[in-house]
């Protein structure tokens, strides 16, 4: 069964830069059927795509993120990272990690990590 | 930009129920990049449906999909206890890959 667990500061100070990394158990990274993506929640309200990776490197990102957003992927570790720099308190939410589906499940999110809170305080 | 609005924004109803929700995008889409998603409090989002129709695995039959160009519709046709939480509708862009979430709607209990 496909896991994926989020790891990462729960606390950022403004400006700074956030980093998560995702660790994938019980699959891998490298099938061109999926893709590995990022998604976020503030707290009480909706979920907002950040972006996604191709086990290639090739990235996507969501357009009001992308000149803050870089995504990596290490398929040796089987882990993705997500880095959102010159924070705010606005980027304060829940991240959550998932598997993007291109191909069964067209369009899904169909694999997703419990999520980790991160706070933008200081 | 494809906005997508769902609607009502809270549904209270009783358990047993029928549960009628709304999803409109601002220009027609693909039908089958249309999916919806469960979120219950402190979890995950859980995939429901994708392809506007389609059931994902483990999910009861009492949830069904359907709609076409702008407007799509979540029916989950007799509500069970576990079935009180929030749902997204989510529209899929291929090129490039884009994902867009609606505002969700909460069902509530009664």
């Known amino acids: 069964q496909l896991q994926l667990q989020e790891s990462g500061p729960g606390l950022v100070k403004p400006s700074e830069a956030l980093s998560l990394t995702c660790t994938v158990s019980?699959?891998?990274?490298?099938?061109?059927?999926?893709?590995w993506g990022w998604i976020r929640q503030p707290p009480g309200k909706g979920l907002e795509w950040i972006g996604g990776i191709y086990y290639t490197g090739i990235t996507y990102y969501n357009p009001s993120l992308k000149s803050r957003v870089t995504i990596s992927v290490d398929t040796s570790k089987i882990q993705f990272s997500l880095r959102l720099s010159s924070v705010t308190a606005a980027d304060t939410a829940v991240y959550y990690c998932?598997?993007?589906?291109?191909?069964?499940?067209?369009?899904?999110?169909?694999?997703w990590g419990r999520g980790t809170l991160v706070t933008v305080s200081s | 930009e494809i906005v997508l609005t769902q609607s009502p924004g809270t549904l209270s109803l009783s358990p047993g129920e029928r549960a009628t929700l709304s999803c409109w995008a601002s220009q027609s889409v693909p039908s089958n990049y249309l999916i919806w998603y469960q979120q219950k409090p402190g979890q995950a989002p859980r995939l429901l449906i994708y392809?506007?129709?389609s059931r994902a695995a483990g999910v009861p039959d009492r949830f069904s999909g359907s709609g076409s160009g702008t407007d799509f519709t979540l029916t989950i046709s007799r509500l069970e206890p576990e079935d009180f939480a929030v749902y997204y509708c989510?529209?899929?862009?291929?090129?490039?890959?884009?994902?867009?979430f609606g505002p969700g709607t909460k069902v509530e209990i009664k």
């Open positions: 998932t598997r993007l589906n291109r191909v069964t499940f067209v369009g899904t999110a169909d694999y």
């Open positions: 392809g506007a129709s």
């Open positions: 019980g699959g891998s990274l490298m099938s061109s059927n999926y893709y």
């Open positions: 989510q529209w899929y862009g291929s090129s490039p890959p884009m994902f867009i």
